[in-house]
């Protein structure tokens, strides 16, 4: 239908030429670049002719309404991200799925079944909007292992082994409100860890505004003050100031390249928290280690956002490395019981669970919101508890295993 295409093309236009007039340069170009497949792939599949299509032209047009809004970016009330954010990315991401579709049809062939991709991206709105709760042990100091793979936790277990609550990219804006990282940090407190661990990422261009948005959020984690550390992701460095001032505020500490020591009933912890950084990784971690060697007798977490900097990390340099970034692939088969992501297929960087290279161990953490592409789908969030187990002749005896 020409008009379909014509006002398509002119929406485009009208938010590309928006956001250059009124917010920046990059954002114009990320939103030129992403609202143009958007609309070719629409274009091409657009069920003109059936009864769906009013629908269709709904949904379409509420993607360049919320572009356009994005221009002056704001935390929006429960009624707006209900009635524009969230069908927004539904559709967007549908959309996007549907490309082999468009592709098709550019050379003259209908593909069946078009519902397929907005199906799945309804089953990531709602998965986008959740969390699967889970228990995870992890055994650290279980033997080296060649290379960097995936790895299963070893045999031996302690009686008290350390519980961690690890918190990461929450990413505060359309699908994390104020209210749902509240609920999250208060179900955190009620888990009594003896640590919580955040692994940056707070923030999405809604909500880098204003450090009083994630302080509130965080606040319930003020009840554990003294047990919950933070290190900076890559997406915090956009509005520093908002995140120490956030996180001060809800009493979390903030380790940027530091360590602290934390007596805790499983035990000494010593914590080592990395700034984020692109370039010259392996320098800035060696570098990092040298400033705060190994507490003798104390289990060395490091918090390390990005999963593809422990390569880089010196061998054995750390027990256990937490990390998140990859919002688990995003995309992929978790759902269905199988590990694969989308991710793995392109990026050579662990991308969710446990890995180990030597005997440094890594966790990398599905997330507890997720940013970037519009939805999770086939890898649901991480709300877990970490019990962490450092073997010794006590957990071996705790286990009734023999000692030697």
């Not at 519902?115 to 650290?140: C, T």
């Not at 080296?144 to 918190?167: C, D, I, N, S």
């Not at 990859?326 to 269905?336: P, Y």
């Amino acid at each position: 239908m020409f008009w379909f295409a014509a006002l398509s093309v002119a929406a485009w236009l009208v938010t590309t030429l928006t956001a250059l007039a009124f917010r920046s340069r990059a954002y114009a170009l990320f939103r030129g670049i992403h609202l143009g497949l958007h609309t070719a792939v629409a274009i091409a599949v657009a069920p003109t002719g059936s009864r769906l299509f009013p629908a269709f032209a709904l949904l379409h047009a509420i993607v360049y309404l919320q572009a356009l809004v994005l221009v002056r970016p704001r935390l929006r009330p429960f009624w707006y991200r209900a009635l524009v954010s969230i069908p927004a990315a539904g559709f967007g991401a549908g959309t996007l799925l549907a490309l082999p579709w468009a592709l098709a049809a550019a050379l003259g062939v209908t593909l069946p079944a078009l519902w397929l991709p907005y199906l799945l991206a309804l089953i990531g709105v709602v998965q986008s909007l959740s969390l699967r709760e889970e228990q995870v042990d992890i055994v650290v100091a279980d033997g080296a292992v060649a290379g960097l793979r995936r790895h299963t936790p070893g045999r031996a277990r302690v009686a008290r082994p350390l519980r961690v609550v690890q918190l990461s990219d929450p990413h505060l804006g359309p699908f994390m409100s104020i209210e749902r990282l509240r609920r999250i940090a208060g179900e955190a407190v009620r888990k009594s860890p003896d640590l919580v661990l955040l692994t940056g990422d707070f923030l999405t261009m809604e909500s880098q505004g204003d450090p009083a948005l994630l302080g509130a959020a965080l606040e319930p984690l003020r009840a554990l003050e003294g047990r919950v550390f933070a290190c900076l992701g890559n997406h915090d460095h956009e509005a520093l100031d908002t995140v120490r001032g956030a996180l001060l505020s809800a009493g979390v500490r903030l380790l940027v390249d530091e360590a602290a020591l934390v007596r805790t009933e499983a035990g000494d912890v010593q914590v080592v928290g990395a700034d984020f950084a692109w370039r010259e990784r392996e320098r800035h971690l060696a570098q990092l280690c040298q400033r705060h060697p190994r507490v003798t007798g104390a289990l060395r977490l490091v918090l390390l956002h990005d999963p593809g900097a422990f390569r880089h990390l010196p061998p054995g340099e750390a027990d256990l490395v937490l990390s998140g970034h990859t919002h688990g692939g995003q995309l992929g088969l978790l759902s269905l019981g199988l590990p694969w992501t989308l991710m793995r297929l392109f990026v050579g960087a662990p991308d969710h669970g446990l890995w180990a290279r030597g005997t440094d161990r890594l966790y990398v953490h599905r997330g507890t919101g997720h940013y970037g592409f519009p939805l999770r789908i086939g890898v649901p969030g991480e709300n877990s508890l970490l019990r962490v187990h450092a073997p010794g002749e006590a957990g071996l005896e705790a286990e009734g295993l023999p000692t030697s």
